[in-house]
Nanobody
Framework: VQLQASGGGLVQAGGSLRLSCAAS????????TGWFRQAPGKEREFVAALSWSGTFYADSVKGRFTISRDNAKGTVSLQMNSLKPEDTAVYYC??????????????????WGQGTQVTVSS
């Protein structure tokens, strides 16, 4: 499964961006899907996950980010509102072969996209 993340960019603090993740040749509707991010000099961290068990968020983004699935398009999006400079990172989408579970650990994912840069200026 090849994943393509898009929608990153430069935005001012308080602004919004919407990231999208698509799988080439197939739909993400049957996969658990997650977003992770990695800032310079830091480890990759969990952001949000969507599975048939529900949606799950890191505490740092809860209430500001929303992960959702577009079944018609077979894609998964991450709506990011009230962005902060500390949200600056490369964002990666990932897919697992499991439909259920919280899936907040990177080790649970089998497929990864190439990443899209999100930069939030103060």
């Amino acid at each position: 499964v090849q994943l393509q993340a898009s929608g990153g960019g430069l935005v001012q603090a308080g602004g919004s961006l919407r990231l999208s993740c698509a799988a080439s040749g197939r739909t993400l509707s049957t996969y658990g899907t997650g977003w992770f991010r990695q800032a310079p000099g830091k480890e990759r961290e969990f952001v949000a996950a969507l599975s048939w068990s529900g949606t799950f968020y890191a505490d740092s983004v809860k209430g500001r980010f929303t992960i959702s699935r577009d079944n018609a398009k077979g894609t998964v999006s991450l709506q990011m509102n009230s962005l902060k400079p500390e949200d600056t990172a490369v964002y990666y989408c990932a897919a697992s072969g499991r439909r259920f579970g919280t899936q907040i650990a990177a080790s649970e994912y089998n497929y990864w996209g190439q990443g899209t840069q999100v930069t939030v200026s103060s």
